[in-house]
């Protein structure tokens, strides 16, 4: 069934104009000046980038180590809890990375480097891993598993359901591996002490200042676009392996696995987990919330100063922080809530069409590629993209408004919604749209009265998936006049100054903001939220 | 079947309203009276242009950078928007990038007579920009780990063998640090600059490493004040704040001692904010007004009293004991130094990300 032609025009117009444009405009640069490819040839390039893919890899193996045991347990055992921890399991993704990096920096002062990176990283995102491992888990039928277990027992029947699982969790660690080498704050920061940890990211950020040849920079950001784009590339082969694939008709879920006294173990592991990825720093945020800044205590006239003194943790200090916090932030927080759900609100409908395009046209899979694009790039060579575009003097009142941050983060972010929307069409079998069209139904009706609400939980999860990074975006964002009103905007130029109360307060206001979509829809939803797959 | 028409039109009603309801929210900027691009930390420098804005009765619109990309966002941009300028004034906490600025033709000539008595070394011979209050590059010192303070009063002391592992600088990558090893080169000659340098970048992976290599200054003034690291490279603002915790740091300015041979001593690196009008800019007398304002002894003063610690260029401009000017400054031309910057980078990319 075909897409609305107009309608996936525009959407393809907003795709193009926000996400692809401006990374066309900043590779004609390139062709100014071939020779700088030379330079990727350069050993120190090379290392660079080796060590960068073995931190990705590490990332990689610690996420499928915390996140299959967790995505399984919540999945398919009665350990105690499981919905809440299954919901809590999102916390880390919401965070940012040099958050978590900070708090577990306190607990292991001495461990840095390389084994820090890799350990704040894959905490902070094996949640892609354990979430679509619960998925997968969810959708092995009970039939296959009563026959691996009557043939073979435990171990066979774990075999069978691995390999069916297996495609998800490599699914959520590829996502991971995207995440990990894209980030050079976390290992320039916990690597301030000790061996230095350097990763290409570093390279890639440093060739921005001016003065240096563009050609240059560009040609130093294409290894990692190329590193991201191939492993989107195989995690979107992968989302639809195993048991992620669509349910036959005559389905029937799981049963939960009565583990007996052993649940209480499993549930210790699951806590184990969680405090190390959410109780703690969030914790941490919460404890610095409530610590006064020091004081001069009073001496007599004539005396030299007392030395400063840090009065105690007080919850009634914990609330003035937040006090404060919403004080001084109040328009940066709504700036950011309203960026976000706008960007959400727009990308909808845009993903909306253009993964009905990539699902059902033989074209499809440009379309995939062209939204995952924006994502892969280097967040500075995006932003520069986007004022080459974008500033000119009849354009000049977008360019310093609020809807070149919303083009801006629609067009980074889309690949996320199309992603999701375009795996949910495809488990939705065409005949219903054939059978509505055959009463005469227009294209666009079809796509809101059969193709909606069949996918809706995917709609929700890509909007809630957009608004999230939205909120968190600040590398591209440097370059976006009117972004610099944003919360993590306000959020990084705070922690500069040791006023750890009032940024922590502002941290975690910032992150239940981030949450409540997630949050409302748990509460009042009746089915659950897709994500991705 | 009669539930799903009703989501779905529901679905349908909730998508138009927020469709019609995004161009309210993508709703173009109002015009400024004046765009300022501001490096100096937002937390210093927004209750400053809003006294500037009471005081004329200007809307400015100011826009900041972040600690983590230092100057290389606004810097970035005013370069990039140079076929359709959209700043009228560039505030930079540092010097290096401005004069790089004016050495790409960025920038336009304005003589303030306000910073008349502004002295020459901070003042671009063609105008094209103004240092004013600046900050010192110290050694901020661990008492509690450094209990005899006179034992570091020089650069070297990082390299000496007997403090391995604990000192720190931040990666001269960004910001006043990659501003300062580009100011050794020039101070030192390559021979001895490299000689430093590539000492602490060849050591780096070392554990312990030659030298710690930090994330930033603030970083380095916060591994010192936790008592993490003995010693490291900051800036006096860094400095100033990590001191107002409580914590037992000193600053050390170092270099103040003649050479073994008598050489006159390296001195201390100062690096002042910069002011300067990018070329084309839409507001131009505006732009000029604000300069005046910036450069003005007032501000000077005003800045050398906040939480930031500037010290004033003018000699005679009050100040409180805290802020020091009474050490030796290191002897170099910040003109050259802006013009070497970019190669610079370059060198230290290649240096300090060499694995």
Known sequence: ?533 | MHKINRTTRSLRRLTLWLLAASPLLTACSKDPDLVVYVSLDMEFSAPLIAEFEAETGLKVRAEYDTEASKTVGLVRRIVEEAKNPRCDVFWNNEIAQTVNLAHLGHLTPYDSPVAADIPAEFRDPDRRWTGFGARARILIVNTELVPDPSEIDSMWDLLDPKWRGQACIARPLTGTTLTHAAALYLALGNERAEEYLGAIAKGQHLEPPVVNVASSNGQTARLVREGVLAFGWTDTDDFAVAKATGAPVIAVYPDQKPGPGGEPPLGTLLIPNTVCIPKGAPHLESAKRFVDWVLSRKMEERLAFSKSAQIPVRPDVPRPDSVRSDFVHMQISYVALGQQIANRTQRMQAMFLDQ
């Open chain 1, 1 to 533: 069934m075909p897409t609305p032609r107009p309608a996936l025009g525009v959407a393809l117009a907003v795709l193009v104009l926000f996400g692809i444009l401006p990374l066309a405009m900043m590779s004609t640069r390139l062709g100014v000046d071939p020779s700088a490819l030379g330079l990727l040839g350069e050993p120190r390039i090379l290392d660079l980038l080796g060590r960068t893919l073995l931190l990705g890899l590490g990332v990689v193996g610690l996420c499928l180590l915390l996140g299959v045991p967790f995505g399984y347990w919540i999945a398919r055992t009665n350990v105690p809890g499981a919905g809440l921890w299954g919901a809590l399991v999102w916390v880390p993704l919401c965070l940012p990375p040099l958050i978590m990096g900070m708090s577990w920096i306190e607990v292991w002062p001495h461990v840095r480097g390389a084994p820090m990176t890799i350990w704040i990283l894959g905490l902070s995102y094996f949640p892609l891993v354990a979430a679509f491992v619960a998925k997968a888990a969810r959708r092995v039928d009970r039939r296959q598993i009563d026959a691996a277990g009557t043939v073979g027992g435990w171990s066979a029947q774990w075999r069978m359901e691995w390999s069916l699982i297996a495609p998800a969790a490599f699914f959520g660690a590829t996502l991971a591996f995207v995440f990990a080498i894209n980030d050079f704050a976390v290992p320039d920061y916990v690597s301030s002490v000790g061996s230095k940890f350097n990763v290409y990211a570093d390279e890639v950020f440093a060739t921005w200042q001016a003065g240096q040849k563009d050609s240059r920079a560009i040609a130093t950001a294409l290894p990692l676009i190329a590193m991201t784009l191939g492993a989107l590339w195989i995690a979107l082969k992968l989302r639809r392996g195993g048991s992620l694939q669509s349910v036959g008709s005559g389905f029937q879920a799981p049963a939960r696995m009565d583990l007996g006294p052993w649940r209480w173990l499993v549930l210790g592991g699951l806590l184990l987990i969680l405090t190390a990825s959410v109780f703690l720093p969030v914790g941490r945020l919460f404890y610095e919330a409530g610590l006064p800044v020091p004081i001069q205590a009073q001496t007599a006239v004539g005396q030299p100063p007392a030395a400063m003194i840090r009065p105690p943790w007080t919850l009634g200090h914990t609330w003035e922080a937040f006090q404060t916090a919403l004080e001084r932030c109040r328009d940066n927080l709504r700036a950011s809530i309203l960026l976000a759900f706008a960007a959400a609100t727009v990308a909808l409908p845009v993903a909306f069409l253009l993964a009905h395009a990539a699902a059902r046209s033989r074209r499809g899979k440009w379309i995939l590629f062209g939204s995952l694009l924006p994502l892969a790039a280097p967040a500075i060579l995006f932003g520069i993209g986007q004022i080459v575009v974008w500033n000119h003097p009849l354009t000049q009142s977008f360019y310093t408004g609020d809807g070149l941050v919303i083009g801006m983060l629609l067009g980074r972010y889309l690949a996320f919604p199309v992603m999701a929307l375009t795996s949910a069409i495809e488990n939705l079998s065409p005949r219903l749209e054939e059978a509505a069209a055959l009463v005469g139904t227009s294209p666009m009706q079809r796509m809101g009265r059969i193709v909606a609400p069949a996918v809706l939980p995917a709609l929700a999860g890509s909007w809630t998936l957009v608004f999230v990074f939205a909120m968190r975006e600040l590398d591209a964002a440097i370059l976006v006049p009117a972004a610099n009103k944003t919360v993590m905007f306000r959020l990084y130029n705070a922690v500069h100054f040791y006023r750890q109360d009032y940024v922590a307060a502002l941290a975690l206001v910032t992150l239940f903001v981030i949450l409540i979509p997630g949050l409302l829809w748990t509460l009042f939803a009746r089915r659950k939220m897709e994500v991705l797959t």
